[in-house]
């Protein structure tokens, strides 16, 4: 009996210890089945007068969008491709779970930050950058194409310009070198006459990415105007920029409201990218949050999450459908004061009391936040170049009910601006701002 009982015991860890080693068997051939995973094969094809990016054979039409975060919003919302400004297989490798393609961007060295694009050593320190990146990523699965650089040749002269798209030529004849699986573009700022220089010096590249924001509209026209015969691509679109919208009194740039800025994605989309017969798609600016003037301006997320109307639209864009729940909207009062001040020009230490008129597509009841910060708008950053966060300045709003605010202006004269954000039950969010100047001058002497 004993013996039968010790036979069993040992039976029993037997078909333990053999189903542990076949289940590590089967786990090491999953990751080496990952490991050895093709890399797509993506290429332009021109027939019947139109260009039509293919992955793997199918069609691709490029629903993208910048940024490497929310990628399941960017899925639900029906997008299929992100852009990056910068590479790193860990990107790739999240986006190849959400089955999401990247154009990789390839940085290089800007002539407005001092580059010297006739500095031998650091052409060759960038070439050989470039090339090693190109070597360790090449053959990941979720890579679409390669982007040289982003806007290198933005407020520089014509002659350094001519210096740069030589070098992109450069790089771009490298990298095909080493990789004829996927196209090979450079990014510029809005389309125009360079386009005839990019043509002459960069015949290499296989399209153009533009970055374009409101004037994404005369993208068409523009193109055929100076004569770029190749496809092309919108690697950034988004609201109105800073330097289009109209400005106070005193300057300060008025950033659009959400709704705004979601009715102007899809009448811009509509006019420069849907059904171009030499556009391979776009990627809409920003999938993410980020200080550029403000804190909302090229936004489509909240800091906390939360999404816009802007991811609304687009997923209407790509998808034909609206999302079942909507964003708050902002109506054509914005942010306003009983009287009506115009231009808001306050003094310092007073107390102000602010409304907001917004409003939410199923009727559900919303809730509203307010903050005061100090306005950096007019820095001398651009192109996206960095900047840093301005904090809301604590304790300026005095009360908060309904749709209004009361708020103290700060005892330090200069330009701030107001911040309202309004959210639905299920946290979507509707955003304005009103920007405003204090002086320690009464409403005498203004």
Known sequence: MKTRRL???????????????????ENQQAEAAAQKTEPSIVTIQEAGGRYELTRNGRPFFINGAGGSRHLDELVKAGGNSIRTWSSSKEVLDKAYQKDLMVCIGLSMQ????????????????????????????????????????????????????IQVWKEIE????????IDSNHPVITVIAGAGRKLEDIKQYCPTLDAIGINTYGKLEQVPVRIKQYG?????????????????VPKTTWGLPIEDTSTEKAQFYYTAYKAGIDNKPNCLGSYVFFWGNKQEKTHTWFNMFLPDGS??????????????QWPE???????????YTASGDQPHIYQTSSKVTFRVQAQDPEGDDLSIKWDLRRDESDNPATGGDWEKRI??????VLSSESDKAVIMMPAKAGNYRIFTNVFDPAGKAATVNLPIKVTGLTNKDK
């Open 391 to 396: 904090p809301p300045i604590a304790g300026a």
């Open 170 to 177: 450069t790089i771009a004849k490298m990298i095909k070198e």
């Open 228 to 244: 770029w015969q190749k496809p092309y691509l919108i690697t950034e679109f988004g609201p109105r920029g800073w330097w289009e």
């Open 325 to 335: 729940n909507r964003a708050p909207r902002i109506g054509s009062k914005k942010i």
């Open 307 to 320: 999404p816009t109307e802007m991811v609304d639209t687009m997923t209407l864009l790509w998808t034909g």
């Open 110 to 161: 800007k002539p407005r930050h001092g580059a010297n694009y006739q500095d031998i050593t650091m052409l060759k320190e960038q070439r050989d950058r470039i090339y090693n990146k190109v070597i360790e990523l090449k053959d990941h699965p979720a890579v679409l194409m390669w982007g040289i650089g982003n806007e290198v040749e933005h407020q520089t002269s014509r002659d350094i310009s």
């Open 7 to 25: 036979f069993l015991l040992i039976f029993i860890l037997w078909i333990q210890v053999a189903g542990s080693i076949i289940w590590a068997e």
